[in-house]
């Protein structure tokens, strides 16, 4: 049992499996000698070989169309993308090849791949670093979304993603990659994908959320708890297959939800999870729910990124405005 933060996690992670089933492989820019420009694969490369902990080009359509082969074939491969923001020219080996090879197949053949990137804002960084694409690819039929906000969150899912049969995106905050430590087993004890995780109970209302903008959503339900209010909270973790079931079950007995996320509102996860409480809760509902997100605008540089961030305060606010209505 180690106190890591959660880029540790995933580091400790990829070890596990590396040491655990041979077909696993890494491949990304710089995640071999240099250790990855967040070091999450710091020391990988020198501990099981460069053939299987790969240096690449700076070349994402290449890095995914590799993999996708890779995975084809019987290998199990991780791949890295430095940053969210430049994920997009793999998006059409992702949506037109990862996520229908089995379909396309009729089962012959799966596609275990993992593409691990870190994404969001709240790092200083430049344009095309602070991107949160979630909700693009949960749209795409045959992919699998997870995001960590723990560091045992991100060691437990990573584990379930690399052993799972099927492509997973693995988006992990950079804002919470050293935010915080927590104790955690290096036991190859995966979690649970496909599940939401309760991090609080509450009888007032439901807080939910997923990825960094957990850290506010807590200090939200502090925020509450002082003036009496008891929020539950809510970490989606996996936003592509929804568990719907444990956020309706919660909203069911305490009748008002706030959906929190830093990515754009519109199209978000939250609107689905919205429509999905209206479709199937309605009459559990005593208000309105409420969403807390980022604005319809490009993420902006670092002087005003936390204006675009959701914030504690805007978060008690949309819990008050749900408390008020009748």
Not at 12 to 22: I, K, Q, S, T
Not at 112 to 117: D, H, I, K, S, Y
Not at 118 to 132: D, L, N, R
Not at 173 to 187: C, G, I, K, S
Request: proline share 6%; net charge negative.
């Amino acid at each position: 049992m180690a106190e890591i933060n959660l880029v540790e996690a995933v580091n400790l992670a990829l070890a596990h499996e590396l040491a655990r089933d041979e077909a696993v492989v890494l491949l990304g820019e710089d995640i071999g000698a240099n250790g990855g420009v967040f070091r999450a694969t710091a020391g990988l490369q020198q501990r099981f070989g460069a053939g299987r902990v790969v240096d690449t080009p700076l070349a994402e359509t290449a890095i995914v169309g590799t993999a996708i082969g890779m995975a084809a074939m019987g290998l199990r491969p991780v791949a890295e993308i430095q940053f969210s923001g430049f994920l997009y020219p793999a998006i059409d080996h992702l949506v037109n090849h990862a996520a229908r090879l089995r379909n396309r197949t009729r089962g012959r053949l799966a596609c275990p791949l993992v593409v691990r990137t870190p994404c969001g804002g709240g790092i200083h960084a430049p344009e095309h670093h602070s991107e949160s694409p979630e909700a693009m690819l949960a749209h795409t039929p045959g992919l699998r979304v997870v995001m960590p906000s723990s560091p045992a969150r991100a060691y437990g899912l990573l584990l379930a993603a690399i052993r799972d049969p099927d492509p997973v995106m693995f988006l992990e905050p950079t804002r919470m990659y050293r935010l915080f430590r927590q104790e955690v087993a290096d036991d190859g004890e995966a979690l649970p994908l496909d599940v939401c995780f309760t991090l609080r109970g509450g009888t007032d209302l439901t807080l939910v959320s997923w990825g960094a903008m957990l850290h506010e959503t807590q200090a939200a339900a502090d925020a509450l708890a002082a003036e009496g209010i008891s929020a539950e909270v809510i970490d989606v973790a996996t936003l592509k297959p929804l568990d719907l079931p444990t956020i309706l079950e919660s909203v069911t007995r305490t009748g008002r939800c706030v959906i929190v996320h830093e990515a754009a509102r519109t199209a978000g996860l939250g609107a689905e999870i919205a429509a999905s409480l209206a479709e199937e809760g309605l009459y559990s509902l005593l208000a309105p729910v409420q969403r807390v997100t980022g604005y319809d605008t490009v993420m902006p540089l670092s002087r005003l990124e936390y204006q675009y961030l959701p914030s504690v305060e805007r978060i008690v606010a949309a819990a008050r405005k749900t408390l008020e209505a009748s």
